[in-house]
């Protein structure tokens, strides 16, 4: 998600919402990105979604399981739906 600067400072209670639920948000002044907040224990090619996070921390039998990608890809779908 990226906010500019106005929009960041009058909704960073939901940027640290979404942030906290595994968001990565960039924040950017007249357009051009020049900060990301994303969550402390943020690994770079790890999940970025906390309940994709969560499934690579306790997997499903194989018959259940969907790749982290798959169920990001589906979360973004949605995201943007909604928007």
Do not use: C, Q
């Not at 906290?20 to 002044?29: N, Y």
């Not at 051009?32 to 970025?48: F, H, L, S, T």
């Not at 499934?55 to 499903?60: A, D, K, N, V």
């Amino acid at each position: 998600m990226m906010y500019n600067v106005l929009e960041a400072r009058n909704s960073l209670s939901k940027l640290i919402a979404d942030v906290e639920s595994g968001a990565e948000v960039t924040i950017a002044r007249r357009g051009v990105p020049v900060a990301k907040i994303v969550p402390i224990d943020y690994v770079p090619g790890r999940a970025g979604n906390a309940f994709a996070r969560w499934l690579e921390e306790h997997p499903l039998t194989p018959e259940r399981a969907r790749p982290v990608e798959e169920i990001e890809a589906i979360i973004a779908e949605n995201r943007a739906a909604g928007a």
